[in-house]
């Protein structure tokens, strides 16, 4: 069965520092997503993405916050400069889309630690 | 407006039972319900979904039961197995996209 791919399962890195977390999403798919989820936390929606711009953003996801499908299969996030409320995992999704039922395929997450 | 809301936040069932999760959610224009199931260091994985034309949908075990006027979706866990300890989250999006708002989420264990 197809899977979405997330690198890395696991950063910790100090804060200030840039993060950038890959993804390679289903490859049929066209749209693409970033969520996070706080320990303990629900789901978080950061952003949406498709014909290679931002459909939608949410609140949290401010400027420090970047993404880009630099080669056609990759998709990433880039943090530019992390804060310690930035540790979350960070999962990755992607759809075929449209209109109706909008099945999102989620990624196993990479984990973010900021010290 | 564009919350979801879940309940309980755990829930504790003995094999065999019925494990129950409630959602409700206020925004009218929502029209695609997804439950996702979520195992420990994985990925929220889409379990069941219905939309707001059909007041109840089956697959195997698992129910979902939706309430258009009242604005609430639950999911029945028939049969519930050791198996399906897991979170479960509802949510919620509209026909314009793929933006899921979810739930909180019910730690649900069950025990053997």
């Known amino acids: 069965e197809p899977e979405v791919t997330q690198t890395p399962s696991h950063q910790v890195t100090q804060m200030g520092q840039e993060v950038i977390l890959r993804c390679v999403p289903i490859?049929?798919?066209?749209?693409f997503y970033w969520y996070r989820q706080i320990l303990g936390q629900k789901v978080e929606f950061l952003v949406s993405?498709?014909?290679?711009?931002?459909?939608?953003k949410s609140e949290i996801f401010d400027d420090q916050f970047s993404v880009e499908r630099p080669d056609g299969s990759n998709f990433t996030l880039k943090i530019r400069s992390t804060k310690l409320e930035d540790s979350a995992m960070y999962f990755c999704?992607?759809?075929?889309?449209?209109?109706?039922?909008?099945?999102?395929?989620f990624g196993a997450g990479s984990r973010l630690t900021v010290l | 407006q564009q919350q979801v809301k879940q309940s309980p936040q755990s829930l504790i069932v003995q094999k065999g039972g019925i494990s129950i999760i409630n959602c409700a959610y206020e925004?009218?224009?929502?029209?695609?319900f997804p439950w996702y199931q979520q195992f420990p260091g994985k990925g929220p994985a889409l379990l069941i979904a219905?939309?707001?034309?059909?007041s109840e949908k089956k697959e195997g075990r698992f129910t979902i039961s939706f309430n258009k006027s009242a604005k609430q979706f639950s999911l029945h866990i028939m049969d519930s197995q050791p198996g399906d300890s897991a979170t479960y989250f509802c949510?919620?999006?509209?026909?314009?996209?793929?933006?899921?708002?979810f739930g909180q989420g019910t730690e649900l264990s069950v025990k053997p």
């Open positions: 999704a992607s759809s075929t889309g449209g209109f109706g039922a909008n099945v999102l395929t």
């Open positions: 490859s049929n798919h066209l749209y």
């Open positions: 993405f498709y014909n290679n711009e931002i459909s939608e």
């Open positions: 925004n009218t224009a929502f029209d695609y």
């Open positions: 219905i939309r707001p034309d059909v």
């Open positions: 949510a919620a999006s509209n026909n314009q996209g793929g933006k899921l708002i």
